[in-house]
């Protein structure tokens, strides 16, 4: 059983971001800004945020943030927006969420200058990943894509289940894996909670991703033997962190599992800056 290492990934992907910003940096190239909006003082938002900050320092991409409190108008809100849509030294835009209360996120988000939107939540995004057109891919279904890749675990051919229809993970998660080539190629089932015979589905997965929120959900019974299993959720109980798998029983039918925490989690920043690498590059004509 492959116990696929998300936290080791992501460590390689920071450090072949840094040493690519590092050669354009020596060369006189501005390093890539990558803006991130705060507002309020949400306690889990404050930690990702510091994690995004402490990864962008390791790389070399230049972190701007902007705290606001969470009494922070609209108008405000969508004029600073608009003014980093103008700056030429930002490659990216994030907006964490969720905002506080009275903030229309989707109009928001909507403001945010697609060639900006390095989390890729835009509209425009999601149709260019839709239409399968090069652009800004959600970070953590890239991240799941990318783990598949680096593990060489081809999903091409192959029976894909994807338990979750969220527009964050579950439904850009199934387009990946519909697109052409060795990642891709599968053919796609997926589930939602309205599924008939969910757990028979889940069965015939060659591939299973769990992304739908409720601790460790998917149960050894709903697992083909030799299936590879991304767990992609991340749950807070009594006796800690766990995913939507339950890990200990599925990693003893399982070719290849991801763990939680440690999968999929750290590859979500990763990808963040690799979205905003990617900006910056086509910002200056790398």
Known sequence: MIRIDGKKTAADIRGEIGAEIARAVAKGVRAPGLAVILVGDDPASQVYVRNKEKACAETGIRSIPYRLPATTGQDELLALIAGLNADPEVDGILLQLPLPGGLDAD????????????????????????????GFVSCTPAGVIELLRRYDLPTEGKRAVVVGRSNIVGKPLASLLMRPGRYGNATVTVCHSRTANLAEVCREADF????????????ADMVKEGAVVIDVGINRTDEGLCGDVDFAAVSQKAAAITPVPGGVGPMTIAMLLANTVQSWRQRLAL
């Open 107 to 134: 109009k928001c988000l909507l403001a945010i200058d697609p060639d900006k939107d390095v989390d890729g939540f835009h509209p425009v995004s999601v149709g260019r990943l839709v239409l399968g057109l090069s």
């Open 208 to 219: 299973l991703f769990a992304a739908i929120g409720r601790p460790r959900f998917i149960t």
